[in-house]
Nanobody, 114 residues
Framework: VQLQASGGGLVQPGGSRRLSCAASASIFGISVMGWYRQAPGKQRKLVATITTGGSTNYAASVKGRFTISRGNAKNTVYLQMNSLKPEDTDVYYC?????????WGQGTLVTVSS
């Protein structure tokens, strides 16, 4: 399964951005899709995850500002980011955990700066 992420770019502080990620194949069964972030030289960190059933989990730093959702076909995941802060600047990676196998997208850079 390949994951294709898109939607990164430059946004001003306080602005919004929507990231999208699509899997190359239909997903059957229980799965968890999510978004992680990583700065150069640092560990990848959880942003948010969502299960097939719609249960969500957020990092404390984004709770109330970011919203994760999945498409009806369950092979897409979105991250709506509002009230962006300069410290949200990172490369964002989408992920899929399917029957114990972990897949990663290629990363999309979000830069929050005036």
């Amino acid at each position: 399964v390949q994951l294709q992420a898109s939607g990164g770019g430059l946004v001003q502080p306080g602005g919004s951005r929507r990231l999208s990620c699509a899997a190359s194949a239909s997903i059957f069964g229980i799965s968890v899709m999510g978004w992680y972030r990583q700065a150069p030289g640092k560990q990848r960190k959880l942003v948010a995850t969502i299960t097939t059933g719609g249960s969500t989990n957020y990092a404390a730093s984004v709770k109330g500002r970011f919203t994760i959702s999945r498409g009806n076909a369950k092979n897409t995941v979105y991250l709506q980011m509002n009230s962006l802060k300069p410290e949200d600047t990172d490369v964002y990676y989408c992920s899929l955990n399917l029957r114990g196998a972990q897949y990663w997208g290629q990363g999309t850079l979000v830069t929050v700066s005036s």
